[in-house]
């Protein structure tokens, strides 16, 4: 099992920016590939980035392409997600999540352990 540990949330106006991070412990070596998930109130849980841990390839969502960059450092077992442009609709609270099983990284089914999550809002 891996444990996660998410850092970063706050409050933020729109247009600014936040770094949200996430520490992996526990037996790392089973994971693969690192995702962050959003959910906002009375909203599903939605995908927003991966990085596979060995290449470092990242997948995003279509709504933040352009404005989020998801990063790793390997030596600190730690995922992290740069939010830029940040808009209200970005609000919710922020999921990291380890994968290490075959599948699709943009489903939540395929993430085997996850974070408590960390709150992001913006203000308009």
């Known amino acids: 099992q891996v444990q996660l540990v998410e850092s970063g949330g706050g409050l933020v106006q729109a247009g600014g920016s936040l770094r949200l991070s996430c520490a992996a412990s526990?037996?790392?070596?089973?994971?693969?590939?690192m995702g962050w998930f959003r959910q906002a109130p009375g909203k599903e849980r939605e995908f927003v980035a991966a990085?596979?841990?060995?290449?470092?390839?990242?997948y995003y969502a279509d709504s933040v392409k352009g404005r989020f960059t998801i990063s790793r450092d390997n030596a600190k077992n730690t995922v992290y997600l740069q939010m830029n442009s940040l808009k209200p609709e970005d609000t919710a609270v922020y999921y990291c999540?380890?994968?290490?099983?075959?599948?699709?990284?943009?489903?939540?089914?395929?993430?085997?352990?996850w974070g408590q999550g960390t709150q992001v809002t913006v203000s308009s």
């Open positions: 990085i596979t841990w060995r290449t470092g390839r990242t």
């Open positions: 526990g037996r790392t070596d089973s994971s693969y590939t």
């Open positions: 999540a380890s994968k290490s099983m075959l599948g699709d990284v943009y489903f939540r089914a395929n993430y085997d352990s």
